[in-house]
């Protein structure tokens, strides 16, 4: 019966909403829900066990100590590192109207994508990978969350952010750090 109004969208949804309206419907959907639910926690588990190698995670250190050092003798802090974040932010994250609180929810946003960089650095266990990860990310994760952004937006952003902050000053090969830098966004997109 489904199959007859694939094709239709307006015929689905209005045979979905029948569907609904009987009680059994619920029932049945909520075991769907937490099937599904359930495999995209473990999908996101296992990534984060194998989603970096020892190699990457000592070339990451590196660079992000070089990074930190760089940054340090300009300006004393990582003040500069959080500007070019939130300006990477504020640039992709434009659908919202820009309010006292969205800004202030931007900065901490590019303030704590900074930070998690230590918090991936020190999570990294060789058996684990990453996978307690998790549990250091909570208020990180609620604030992407009331952000009003898709996660795609916000990989995206912090792919650029992260892009902008390495430009000048990592001596490594900038293909091998970027690619470095594409996991550590899409690490906190999984988290």
Known sequence: MIMEFVDEPRDMCKLIRNIGARHFFYNFFDEIQTAFNDGLANQRQNYLQKC?????????????????????????????????MYEALQYHCEKIPKTKKYIRKLKEIAHQSIDAVDKIIDAYDSTCGLAELNDRFDSYCYLCCTLGESPRTLWIAFNTGFANIITTKVDEDRIWVKQIWCKIARILEQV
């Open 52 to 84: 970096m190698s020892k190699k990457e995670m000592k070339i990451l250190k590196t660079i992000w100590r070089q990074i930190q050092t760089k940054y340090m003798k300009e300006d004393g802090n990582l003040t500069k590192c959080n500007a070019l």
